[in-house]
């Protein structure tokens, strides 16, 4: 499984609300990815692989940190 986290560099209650808010608007959650907290994600596995591509894109239009970790399946 894949751990994604964004944050934004200087304030990460507003990561939270900004993609909380916005993030949904502007991207498809394809079915299976789970949204752990407001600024995680988890992805079952790589299928979701053009989800994670985008939001490392909408990540970096908002200007917000982004990281991907593999953990193994809980």
């Known amino acids: 499984m894949f ?3 964004a944050k934004h ?3 990460p ?5 900004y993609i909380k808010n916005y993030a949904h608007s502007e991207l498809v959650i394809p ?3 789970e949204q752990l907290t407001p600024s995680t994600w988890w992805l079952p596995d790589a299928s979701n692989l ?3 591509i985008e939001l490392g ?3 970096a239009d908002m200007n ?3 990281d991907v970790k593999y953990c193994k399946a809980p």
């Open 3 to 5: 751990v994604i986290q």
């Open 9 to 11: 560099p200087d304030n």
């Open 13 to 17: 209650d507003y990561t939270n609300n």
């Open 31 to 33: 079915e299976g990815v």
């Open 50 to 52: 053009q989800f994670l």
């Open 57 to 59: 894109r909408w990540s």
């Open 64 to 66: 917000l940190d982004f």
